[in-house]
């Protein structure tokens, strides 16, 4: 049986910022709720306000792949089960809220350094917004609504 949309996200938002703090689990469940609602561009055409839709987009999120770079992924929303915490953030963002200053960011990253790259992803369709812990978060720019 496929996940409710409150499980889903749960489940995401632990495995891709369970390490980032409360602040850091929010911006993220806002991202993936930012593509869900945003009303042009490839989120939109492809996942048409669904958010399994959006989750499930391929090469969007890391713990939806089985295989990265051809060995088999640890880090999957399948490989463990979101605590109490990832419920409430996931109601948290369900029920519409977001961290104030990611706003409208489509993107998060972890650059695995101290700066943030000024565009992601590389085809400059996002702009530097603001960094969380090791996440940067980016902006669409006129370029993504061509996407």
Not at 9 to 25: F, S, V
Not at 31 to 53: A, C, D, I, S, W
Not at 56 to 74: L, M, T
Not at 115 to 130: A, H, L, S
Request: contains cysteine; proline residues 6%; aromatic residues 12%.
């Amino acid at each position: 049986m496929p996940y409710s949309a409150r499980e889903l996200l749960a489940r995401i938002i632990k495995c891709e910022a369970g390490g980032e703090g409360d602040t850091g689990m929010k911006a993220v469940g806002t991202v993936v709720m930012n593509r869900v609602h945003v009303p042009y561009g490839e989120y939109q055409r492809l996942g048409q306000g669904n958010l399994r839709k959006v989750i499930y987009q391929e090469g969007q999120f890391d713990c939806v792949r089985g295989i990265i770079g051809g060995r088999r992924n640890p880090q999957t929303i399948w490989a463990s089960n979101p605590e109490q915490i990832h419920y409430d953030i996931a109601d948290y963002v369900l029920a519409g809220n977001k961290v104030w200053n990611i706003g409208k960011s489509l993107w998060y990253m972890n650059p695995f350094r101290p700066d943030c790259p000024t565009n992601f992803p590389y085809n400059k369709t996002g702009i530097i917004n603001t960094r969380i812990r090791k996440h940067c978060f980016y902006d669409p720019t006129e370029l993504y609504k061509d996407t």
